[in-house]
């Protein structure tokens, strides 16, 4: 039976890495794909798939976070704790830079959406490279952890 140690490195990474290529599955592929609709489509394929986007990462970030403190605290290896901090700054990302961009879209109604609304979604596209930074860099240094 694994250690409590090396289990919650295994479970920092492999949910850091879960998150990453959630992350970028949605700025390479979902968000390309919405934008080829016209604004009313766009703003209507955005709202659901934020919102279940949005609690699959979420607990994602934290799980990871989590999981990294724990494995810092149990090897006194800051690179865990690092991991743990990049990993874990998605959340203020996303509550201090997105939320307001989220809250305007998430208030247009569908039949009301425009060319301000797609430029919204445009730049909503942009902060969220963000966290597909952060989400990369947090399994790198994890990975790197790992590797000893």
Known sequence: MPSTLALS????????????GAAVYINLAEQ??????????????????????????ASLALASTLFGLLAFWLSRDWRWLAG??????NW???????????????????????????????????LHAVRSALGLAATLVYLWAAAG
């Not at 743990?84 to 700054?89: E, S």
């Open 92 to 126: 203020p990302h996303t509550l201090i830079v997105i939320l307001p961009i989220n809250k305007r879209l998430e208030a247009t109604a569908a039949d009301m959406a425009n060319a301000e609304t797609r430029g919204l979604v445009e730049t909503w596209g942009r």
């Open 9 to 20: 490195q295994l479970l920092a990474l492999v949910s850091a890495a879960i998150f990453s």
């Open 32 to 57: 390309p794909a919405r934008l080829c609709l016209d604004n009313k489509a766009l703003l209507a394929q955005w709202k659901p798939s934020y919102t279940r986007g949005f609690a699959m990462q």
């Open 84 to 89: 743990a901090l990049l990993i874990f700054a």
